[in-house]
């Protein structure tokens, strides 16, 4: 039996104004276990994020509980845009997180450097982030988490800057790269097509106040790349699978 990283028990969650408060999440329960690829879509507003930043610790829940042993797993956030520093080299900017914790040493540096060398950006080490391309961009600010070496990997529309070309072709090596890492994952996603060809299960989250409406394996063999997963039957039965949950 897999281990669970991260287990959310009843978990509501609400945001106040001066004038309202706003329930976001509503009894919510969700398991994480290890090695698992799991992608959460639902409406806008449904609170994906707010899972996110829950698991994260960024945000405490109003009532329930999140369990996860922080002493022992770590875990790295891939946001939205890449927030490379524009002043720092690719090698300087993929060492930020190990700075900012104080783990830089010899061999987290040498780690690093693999990994760059391992996923083809190891001849634009001393490049600027204004000399790469969006893709180059996101893979640096991914091999940045990865640095870190996270069991839990917290990826929040992670393509959703990118034009539709290179977003598919970093989705496969986005994939690759988790697989290879051996990472456990969580992808937010507003994309139905990026969840069923990345996920091996997807969450369907309500309307808000959000709770799982389902939850739907993507029934494809972990060593099927996204590209060719969307070129087979069952890609387009899962996508009306949770094309209709979310809908309904």
Not at 157 to 175: G, I, K, M, N, W
Request: aromatic share 8%.
């Amino acid at each position: 039996m897999k281990t669970a990283l991260a287990t959310l028990s009843n978990v509501s969650l609400s945001y106040f104004t001066e004038q309202e408060e706003t329930q976001a999440i509503r009894d919510l329960n969700m398991e994480i276990k290890k090695g698992e690829f799991t992608a959460i879509v639902g409406p806008s507003g449904c609170g994906k994020t707010s899972v996110l930043s829950l698991i994260m610790g960024l945000l405490q829940p109003q009532s329930g509980t999140v369990s996860i042993d922080r002493d022992k797993i770590r875990i790295g956030y891939m946001l939205q845009r890449d927030h490379l520093l524009e002043w720092r080299t690719v090698e300087k900017n993929v060492l930020l997180g190990l700075e900012v914790q104080h783990r830089l040493t010899d061999a987290t540096r040498e780690k690093a450097f693999s990994l760059l060398d391992t996923y083809g950006l190891g001849e634009f080490r001393t490049f600027y982030p204004d000399q790469l391309s969006g893709g180059m961009r996101q893979k640096v600010a991914l091999i940045r988490t990865l640095a870190i070496e996270p069991d839990l990997l917290l990826l929040d529309e992670p393509f959703s800057a990118l034009d539709y070309q290179t977003r598919l072709h970093l989705c496969d090596e986005v994939y690759h790269i988790i697989r290879q890492e051996q990472k456990t994952a969580i992808l937010v996603t507003h994309d139905i097509s990026e969840a069923v060809s990345m996920a091996d299960r997807i969450l369907v989250f309500s309307k808000r106040p959000s709770y799982i409406k389902r939850e739907i394996e993507s029934g494809f063999s972990a060593d099927i790349p996204p590209l060719l997963r969307r070129k087979s039957l069952l890609f387009q039965q899962k996508f009306e699978q949770v094309w209709e949950e979310i809908e309904s």
